[in-house]
Structures are given as structure tokens and as C-alpha cells.
């Protein structure tokens, strides 16, 4: 499985922006797929979630009303994903690494997976 970000830079507080996450080589059943988030000094933490059918999402009070989570798995033959997060109203807390995150089932058993994280700035 690899997945490769896309979109992070610097903006400044009360702009917009959006990350892209290509998924491919998946060729198990998807859990969820989601963003999360590391800024210096601090753990990583959960931005968004989505289900594999993309009817569920999940959201860190912090970004309620403001990000918005979206996935494309193209014509669902070959087990790519595109997952979305477009980011508005930004504030400089939500400086940090932002990470794509996939997560597989088989057998009950889940597979994390991580790409390698974009930068995302606010400037106050």
C-alpha cells in the first residue's frame, strides 16, 4: 500500500486549502481512511475519518464546520482511493504535519497504513 500527499503549503488565517492522499495497491477490504495531524511538541492527533463507502465521517471538535472530508475510489476495480481534505477558515493552530491514513481489514484484524505527511502553515 503507498499513499502520497499532496497540497500542503502555507496559507494565511482564514484561507483555504486541500490536501490530496492517492491510495493505491490496496487489495484488502477498507475500514476507513482519514487524516491526522502532528504539530511540533505535541502527539498526533485525529483530524477526519471517513468509511469505505464514505457515508460515515468523523471530525476533531477543532475542525468541526471548518474541514470537510471527501474520498474517490474511481471506477472501485483496482483498490485505488483519492482522499480528500479541504481545509477553510484555517487558523494557525492547524499548523502542523499532516499525515493520510488508511486503515485494512481482514479477518478482524486491521492494518494501519501511513503516508509519508505534507506541511500545512498558517500565518496569523
Known amino acids: 500500500v503507498q499513499l502520497v500527499e499532496s497540497g500542503g503549503g502555507l496559507v494565511q488565517a482564514g484561507g483555504s486549502l486541500r490536501l490530496s492522499c492517492a491510495a493505491s495497491?490496496?487489495?484488502?477490504?477498507?475500514?476507513?481512511l482519514g487524516w491526522y495531524r502532528q504539530a511540533p511538541g505535541k502527539q498526533r492527533e485525529l483530524v477526519a475519518t471517513?468509511?469505505?463507502?464514505?457515508?460515515?465521517?468523523?471530525?476533531?471538535?477543532?475542525v468541526k464546520g471548518r474541514f470537510t472530508i471527501s474520498r474517490d475510489n474511481g471506477d472501485n476495480t483496482d483498490g485505488d482511493n483519492t482522499i480528500y481534505l479541504q481545509m477553510s477558515n484555517v487558523k494557525p493552530e492547524d499548523t502542523a504535519v499532516y499525515y493520510c491514513?488508511?486503515?485494512?481489514?481482514?479477518?478482524?484484524?486491521?492494518?494501519?497504513?501511513w503516508g509519508q505527511g505534507t506541511q500545512v502553515t498558517v500565518s496569523s
Open positions: 471517513i468509511s469505505s463507502g464514505g457515508g460515515t465521517t468523523n471530525y476533531a471538535d477543532s
Open positions: 495497491g490496496i487489495t484488502l477490504s477498507v475500514e476507513t
Open positions: 491514513n488508511v486503515v485494512l481489514i481482514f479477518h478482524w484484524y486491521r492494518y494501519p497504513y
